[in-house]
C-alpha cells in the first residue's frame, strides 16, 4: 500500500532532477557551452599533453601561426588530431562543434575529409585528418578573453572568446579538392560560397556589372595569412549602388563566413556587417560562368568597414574550381583586438 | 560524428586531385604599397612554383652551391629592385632596398616558400593631387603579379582612382593630399584659365578700389575741408 506512492515519488524525483540537469544544460551561454567542452578536453589528458595545448592569450607566435599551407612547410604547435587517443579526439571535436554553427562544423569535416584524400594520392605524409592542431591561448573561461585556435592545411580558425562575444576573425578556410562524392553525393566544402557569389553576379544588371567586375587578373589572395591588420583600397561595386534584393544576396553570401562561429556570435556579427553594407564592395575577377553544379573559377573580394573576404581558385596547373583558398578578416578586429584589449 | 564515418566508409574522388599541389608554372609577386606624403613603400612577396623553381633558383644561388648565402640574398633583392620603376607625378624616383629574406631551400623548391623583397623611396615636393606609376619587369616570362595599395593611414591622404593592365605588372594610382593645399600647390593645380580668371578679377579689386578712393577724395575736396589757415 505504501510502495506504490514511494515508487512514483522516487520516479517523480528522478524525472525533476533530469528535467533541472537538462534545463541547466541547455540554458547554458553558448560561452559556458564551450568552456565545459574544453574542461572536459582538458581533464581528458595528461599533464605533457596539457602543456602542449596550452599557451599565453598573448602569445603573438602563437595566434599567428596558421596558414593554407601544410604543416610540412608552416609548422603548427599544439596538439594534433594524430596525437589523441579516440576519446580525446571526440572531447577535441565536441570543443570545436561547441563554438562553431552546425554548418560551421560540417563545413570543418568536408575540409578536413578532402585533406584526407589528398593524403592518399600523396607521397608524403604531409596531408590529411590527423595533422588538424587544437591550442587554446589563456584560460578558458565565460567572463575573462581567451582564444580557441583549431587548423591545418586549407583551415585555420582563429576563435577569440571574450564574455557572450566570440570573434571568427582571422580565418582561412579553403579545400582540395573542392569537389568530390559520397555515395553519389557531390561535396562541396565552399559550395554556397561559389554559387551564391555568381547568383549574385548575375543579377547585377549591366552597368553594375561594369563597376563590379575588374578589368585585371587575380591570382591569389591579397591578404592570406602574414597579412594581418592590413587594409587594401576598395574595388569594384558598393553595396549603396545595389537594389535591396541584391544586398540580400550580398548579406546571404558573407553569412557563408561570418555564420561559421556559433550562432549567439554570429548574429552581432552579421549586424555590424549590416551597419556598414553601404560602404561595403563587391570586385570580381575571372570568368563569369560555370558548368552547373561546379564551383566558380573567378576570384572574388568583399570589402567593408570591419570586413575583407577574399574567395580565389588556384591556377596550378589543373583544374582552380578543384582548389580553393579563401580569408575572412576583420582589419579592425584581428584577434578580437577591439573586445581584448590586446 | 556520424557524417564523418559516412564520409570515410564510402569516399570516391570525382576528379583525381593532384597530391600537394602548390603554384607550379608561375612566379607569383605580390606587391603592397603604402602611401606616405614624402614616402613610398613597397613590400613585395614572391613565391616561385615548383616548375619554375630551378630557373628562379639559379638566378638566386649564382654560384651554384646549393646555398643562399647572404651575399646572394641580398644581391638579388638588389636585382628584383631594379626590376621595379617607380614614378610620382612623371618623375623616375630612385627605389632603395630596405631588406629581404629568404625561405629555406627545401621549402622553396616544393613551392611553399616564399621570398621576400621591401623598398622604398622618397617623395620630394607635395602637390594636391598627385600620380604614382608602379612597374614591375621581374621575371616577366613567368610573372604571375599582384599589386594594391593600403588605405594611407593619414587621413590627409586620399586614393582617388587605380589602374592596372591586366597582368598587374604595371599600376598607376592617382592620389591627392589635403595637406599640401598651399598657393603654390593650388596655382600647380588650376589651369591657365583659372590663372587668367584670378588675375582678371584681382586686377577689377584694384581698379574698383582705386575708383572709390580716388571719389572719396574729390568728395572731400568739394566739401572744402578746412585748411590749416582756415582754423580761427
Known amino acids: 500500500m505504501n510502495t506504490f506512492p514511494l515508487k512514483v515519488l522516487r520516479d517523480l524525483a528522478a524525472f525533476a532532477v533530469l528535467c533541472l540537469v537538462s534545463h541547466a544544460v541547455t540554458a547554458q551561454t553558448p560561452t559556458a557551452q564551450i568552456v565545459g567542452a574544453v574542461n572536459t578536453f582538458l581533464s581528458t589528458l595528461d599533464d605533457a599533453q596539457r602543456k ?27 596538439l594534433s588530431m594524430g596525437e589523441l587517443s579516440q576519446p580525446q579526439r571526440s572531447a577535441a571535436f ?19 575529409e578532402a585533406d584526407e584524400l589528398l593524403k592518399k594520392d600523396a607521397a608524403k605524409p604531409i ?8 591550442s587554446i591561448l589563456g584560460t578558458p573561461s565565460e567572463k575573462t578573453p581567451w582564444m580557441l585556435q583549431f587548423g591545418g592545411h586549407h583551415l585555420a580558425l582563429n576563435i577569440t572568446i571574450a564574455g557572450d562575444r566570440g570573434v571568427l576573425t582571422p580565418s582561412l578556410v579553403g579545400a582540395q579538392p573542392a569537389l568530390y562524392k559520397v555515395n553519389d553525393k557531390t561535396i562541396r566544402p565552399l559550395g554556397q560560397e561559389s554559387d551564391r557569389a555568381l547568383a549574385l553576379l548575375n543579377a547585377l544588371d549591366d552597368a553594375q556589372r561594369k563597376q563590379a567586375i575588374l578589368s585585371y587578373r ?19 561595386l558598393k553595396a549603396s549602388a545595389m537594389n535591396e534584393s541584391q544586398r540580400t544576396m550580398l548579406i546571404d553570401l558573407i553569412a557563408e563566413w561570418a555564420g561559421i562561429v556559433h550562432d549567439s556570435a554570429a548574429g552581432p556579427r552579421m549586424a555590424e556587417i549590416k551597419s556598414g553594407l553601404n560602404d561595403t564592395w563587391f570586385a570580381w575577377s575571372g570568368a563569369t560562368t560555370a558548368d552547373p553544379g561546379r564551383n566558380i573559377t573567378a576570384y572574388y573580394r568583399i570589402q567593408g568597414p570591419n570586413l575583407v573576404i577574399e574567395y580565389a581558385p588556384q591556377p596550378l596547373g589543373g583544374d582552380p574550381s578543384l582548389h580553393l583558398h579563401t580569408m575572412y578578416r576583420d582589419p579592425t578586429n584581428d584577434y578580437g583586438r577591439t573586445v581584448t584589449g590586446k | 560524428m556520424s557524417i564523418v564515418r559516412t564520409l570515410l566508409c564510402t569516399l570516391v574522388l570525382v576528379t583525381a586531385a593532384p597530391a600537394g599541389a602548390h603554384r607550379l608554372d608561375e612566379y607569383l609577386q605580390a606587391t603592397t604599397i603604402a602611401l606616405e606624403k614624402t614616402r613610398v613603400e613597397a613590400d613585395i612577396r614572391l613565391v616561385p612554383g615548383v616548375d619554375v623553381f630551378p630557373l628562379v633558383f639559379a638566378e638566386i644561388d649564382r654560384d651554384a652551391d646549393g646555398v643562399v648565402s647572404s651575399a646572394e640574398q641580398r644581391a638579388y633583392a638588389q636585382r628584383v629592385c631594379d626590376d621595379l620603376s617607380l614614378k610620382v607625378d612623371g618623375i623616375p624616383m630612385t627605389l632603395r632596398l630596405v631588406s629581404s629574406a629568404i625561405s629555406p631551400k627545401v ?64 599600376f598607376q594610382l592617382d592620389y591627392t593630399d589635403a595637406s599640401a593645399l598651399s598657393f603654390a600647390s593650388w596655382v600647380e593645380a588650376w589651369s591657365w584659365i583659372d590663372i587668367a580668371l584670378a588675375v582678371l578679377t584681382l586686377g577689377l579689386i584694384v581698379s574698383a578700389w582705386r575708383v572709390t578712393a580716388k571719389a572719396r577724395r574729390s568728395h572731400h575736396e568739394r566739401l572744402g575741408a578746412p585748411s590749416v589757415g582756415d582754423h580761427p
Open chain 1, 52 to 78: 602542449k595545448v596550452l599557451f599565453a592569450f598573448d602569445d603573438q607566435q602563437q595566434r599567428q601561426r596558421w596558414s593554407n599551407l601544410p604543416i610540412s612547410s608552416v609548422s603548427r604547435a599544439g
Open chain 1, 94 to 112: 565536441a570543443v570545436v562543434s561547441a563554438a562553431l554553427s552546425r554548418r560551421g562544423f560540417e563545413k570543418v569535416q568536408q575540409i578536413m
Open chain 1, 127 to 134: 596531408f590529411g585528418k590527423d595533422l588538424y592542431f587544437i
Open chain 1, 218 to 236: 587575380v591570382a591569389d589572395l591579397v591578404l592570406g595569412p602574414g597579412q594581418d591588420g592590413k587594409t587594401i583600397q576598395p574595388e569594384g
Open chain 2, 107 to 170: 621549402l622553396l623548391q616544393d613551392g611553399r616558400g616564399e621570398i621576400r623583397v621591401q623598398v622604398e623611396a622618397d617623395v620630394p615636393g607635395s602637390a594636391a593631387r598627385r600620380r604614382l606609376d608602379f612597374e614591375n619587369r621581374h621575371q616577366t616570362r613567368i610573372g604571375a603579379y599582384l599589386v594594391n595599395v593600403l588605405v594611407p593611414a593619414d587621413p590627409e591622404m586620399q586614393v582617388t582612382a587605380q589602374h592596372r593592365n591586366y597582368d598587374q605588372s604595371s
